[in-house]
Structure formats: C-alpha cells, structure tokens
C-alpha cells in the first residue's frame, strides 16, 4: 500500500514557475513508476509526466515538454514537478500517482494508487 500527498500548488502568473512535491509512505517507493496528471474543469483526466522507478526513463506529454521537468528522490519518497514557463491552459488539479510497472506509462490505467491532487491556476 502507498499513500500519496501533493503539495506546492497555488496561483500564479502567466510565465511563471511552481514546484510540485509528492510524499509516498511506504518502504517500496524506490520500485514504484512515478507520474503526474491533471485535470482541469469539465475535461477528462490528462498525462502529464512520468518517471521510472530507476530514473533511467521519463515521458513527457507534448503540451508540457520543454517546459515541465519529472524528478524524484528515492531516499525522500518524494517525486517533483517543475513547472515553468506556465499558461493558463495548464490551470488544472494535479494529481500524483504510483505505479508498479516498471516502465513509464501516460495510461491512467496503469497506475495502482493516487494522491488527493493539488490545484495549480494559472493567471493571465
């Protein structure tokens, strides 16, 4: 079992930056692919980025690339969401979640636990 907790959303302006946290409990971490969603008002839940359990592999979906940065540090339990260069189109709730494939994944399907999301607006 792996709870999740987002934390470090909040307004902002257009063209700036935020840091998304996600604490995981639990001792299994390191073995967990890790990966971001979002989901903004009357949409369906999005891909947003993914790392693998070795860090050795990330995906990205095209609308964050270049902008977006998935990173995690195993002896924190904690993975992170660097987020520059924001536009309102990236207002949304972002959500955490772990997964125990071992590649990295943009399905929702794959992913076995989810945090409680964290609100991230984007002013213009």
């Known amino acids: 079992q792996v709870q999740l907790v987002e934390s470090g959303g909040g307004l902002v302006q257009a063209g700036g930056s935020l840091r998304l946290s996600c604490a995981a409990s639990?001792?299994?971490?390191?073995?967990?692919?890790m990966a971001w969603f979002r989901q903004a008002p009357g949409k369906e839940r999005e891909f947003v980025a993914a790392?693998?359990?070795?860090?050795?592999?990330?995906d990205y979906a095209d609308s964050v690339k270049g902008r977006f940065t998935i990173s995690r540090d195993n002896a924190r339990n904690t993975v992170y969401l660097q987020m520059n260069s924001l536009k309102p189109e990236d207002t949304a709730v972002y959500y955490c979640?772990?997964?125990?494939?071992?590649?990295?994944?943009?399905?929702?399907?794959?992913?076995?636990?989810w945090g409680q999301g964290t609100q991230v607006t984007v002013s213009s």
């Open positions: 979640a772990a997964s125990r494939f071992k590649s990295a994944s943009s399905s929702p399907v794959a992913y076995d636990y």
């Open positions: 639990g001792r299994t971490f390191s073995s967990y692919t």
């Open positions: 790392i693998s359990w070795n860090v050795y592999s990330t």
